[in-house]
């Protein structure tokens, strides 16, 4: 992924959108490089299909994740999930 400095984002602003949307590749623009942590503050620009893309399987996971609860919450016996031990044991299952 390549990576730019706000500045030279700004400057050359127009030809790495188009570059974006040509490769299908993003790009991280580093906003803020003095932090604490010794991390940067950054975005990543990608194109709206991808985003959209990743929108759609956040869904599906979630909608998938929460019918995974429901079914495991619906065929438990609430009395054999007492000991955290078990409960973090039963939780790890695949």
Do not use: C
């Amino acid at each position: 992924m390549d990576v730019y400095t706000a500045t030279d984002f700004q400057k050359k602003q127009s030809a790495i959108l188009k570059n974006i949307l040509k490769r299908r590749q993003p790009v991280e623009v580093i906003v803020d490089t003095v932090k604490t942590n010794g991390s940067s503050d950054s975005v990543v620009i990608f194109p709206k299909d991808d985003y959209q893309n990743l929108i759609a399987l956040k869904s599906q996971l979630v909608q998938q994740a929460t019918t995974d609860i429901q079914t495991m919450v619906l065929h438990t016996d609430p009395a054999t999930l007492t000991n955290s031990n078990e409960i973090e044991l039963w939780l790890n299952e695949d």
